[in-house]
């Protein structure tokens, strides 16, 4: 299934946002990851996420500049792989 979705801004300075088109219902997880792939935060985690159109606030305030990944899951799979800019 194809899923839309945007993240921005990219540089992050504090808040970012997430929008993205759920077709199913279920959990959605966010996490941080260096480029390394090790486990940095969790930005994100909520067990009821609606069908449709959905737009959420990400905090990076507490992350160190540089660059990482944000791992996207749905229902404990992976959705998508972003690579961010901390600044």
């Known amino acids: 299934e194809k899923y839309k979705m945007a993240f921005y801004p990219n540089p992050i300075k504090t808040i970012a946002i997430f ?3 759920n077709l199913s219902e279920g959990e959605l997880r966010i996490e ?6 090790s486990f940095v935060k969790e930005v994100y985690n909520r067990n009821n ?10 905090n990076f305030d507490m992350v160190k500049s540089g660059q990482y990944y944000l791992i996207v899951y749905l229902n404990n799979e992976i959705r998508h792989n972003i ?5």
């Open 32 to 37: 941080l990851v260096d480029t390394k792939g």
């Open 83 to 87: 690579k961010v800019i901390k600044e």
């Open 49 to 58: 996420i609606s069908t449709g159109e959905n737009k959420i606030k990400l």
């Open 19 to 21: 929008e993205f088109e």
